[in-house]
């Protein structure tokens, strides 16, 4: 059974930094490309960025390029999204994904206020 546990969200201030996690289990993490969407308030989901297998292979949506960083840890099953000047457009339920399984986890609010 797949599982994919978000979190690490939080309410920040604009220009503060948070750091995601999503602990993967049910499948082969290391074999499989992961991705990080959201869904703003009344907003349909939205892609974030993504990456390879072995972490080669790296997507941002434009919003965030230049201020998200995706990275896996093969190792411990874990996808991470580090996200550095959040602005308030940032604020969304943050969730995992393995494209390949129809599995979503429950997500993490992050909140961008001032």
């Known amino acids: 059974q797949v599982q994919l546990v978000e979190s690490g969200g939080g309410l920040v201030q604009p220009g503060e930094s948070l750091r995601l996690s999503c602990a993967a289990s049910?499948?082969?993490?290391?074999?499989?490309?992961m991705k990080w969407y959201r869904q703003a308030p009344g907003k349909g989901r939205e892609q974030v960025a993504s990456i390879g297998s072995f972490g080669s292979t790296l997507y941002y949506a434009n919003s965030v390029k230049g201020r998200f960083t995706i990275s896996r840890d093969n190792a411990k099953n874990t996808l991470c999204l580090q996200m550095n000047s959040l602005k308030p457009e940032d604020t969304a339920v943050y969730y995992c994904n393995a494209p390949d399984y129809a599995s979503w986890g429950q997500g993490t609010q992050v909140t961008v206020s001032s």
């Open positions: 049910g499948f082969i993490f290391g074999r499989n490309p």
